[in-house]
């Protein structure tokens, strides 16, 4: 069974850019999360979907951050404009129950 | 006070020694308790989850839960080089889906 995967691993970007991050889910999981973790600091809910209803967007720090998950698959992430303080490895995870499964992240670098 | 808190590292254990990490965690109405192992650079593998108080055994890794005083904890026993790692804490509420996640603890095993 494939894991869950983030596009790009890395990404670097000056501020005021705008940046799309992608999330494929474990196949058959309804739930996807999004996570980010900036320099020193615990790993942070952002929102959660389930299918391609937004759940719960509690932790999305301000509007410069939109999440999107068409058709209840992937799910992308979108940063504009990116401020330097977006910095930090951004982490999708995805869940059938209870049991969340994390990708890999993809590390945001603003400049 | 932190949602989660996880005793600080580093920890430094001998192979063949029983590693000891402890979480406490604030919110009385949580639910679920997991840890994840996460290796530099890579993502958070779910390696245990507890839901009830006493002790869950896998393996050589043991969890322990005490919601009274709001505590869980991650045995290791037998730790072997392959287990130096941080270790995160993730707990959630009855009310939501979302992780809240310690700082997590590095566990370093000494050959």
């Known amino acids: 069974e494939a894991g869950v995967t983030q596009f790009p691993s890395h990404s670097v970007i000056e501020k005021g850019q705008t940046v799309t991050l992608r999330c494929d889910p474990i196949?058959?999981?309804?739930?996807l999360y999004w996570y980010r973790r900036v320099m020193g600091k615990e790993i942070k809910f952002l929102l959660h979907?389930?299918?391609?209803?937004?759940?719960?967007e509690s932790g999305m720090p301000n509007n410069r951050f939109l999440a999107e998950r068409t058709g209840g698959t992937y799910s992308t992430l979108k940063v504009q404009p990116a401020e330097l303080e977006d910095s930090g490895v951004y982490f999708c995870?995805?869940?059938?129950?209870?049991?969340?499964?994390f990708g890999p992240g993809t590390r945001l670098t603003v400049l | 006070q932190k949602e989660v808190e996880q005793n600080s590292g580093p920890l430094s254990v001998p192979e063949g020694a029983i590693a000891s990490l402890n979480c406490t965690y604030s919110?009385?109405?949580?639910?679920?308790f997991f840890w994840y192992r996460q290796y530099s650079g890579k993502s958070p593998e779910l390696i245990m989850s507890i839901y009830s108080n006493g002790d869950k055994e896998d393996g050589r890794f043991t969890a322990q839960l005490n919601k009274a005083s709001q505590y869980v904890s991650l045995l290791i026993r037998d730790s072997q080089p392959s287990d130096s790692a941080t270790y995160l804490c993730?707990?959630?509420?009855?009310?939501?889906?979302?992780?809240?996640f310690g700082a997590g603890t590095t566990v370093t095993v000494r050959a």
């Open positions: 993730a707990v959630k509420s009855s009310n939501d889906y979302k992780l809240s």
């Open positions: 979907f389930v299918k391609e209803s937004k759940q719960d």
């Open positions: 196949s058959g999981h309804d739930n």
């Open positions: 995870a995805s869940s059938h129950s209870w049991e969340q499964f």
């Open positions: 919110d009385r109405v949580s639910q679920s």
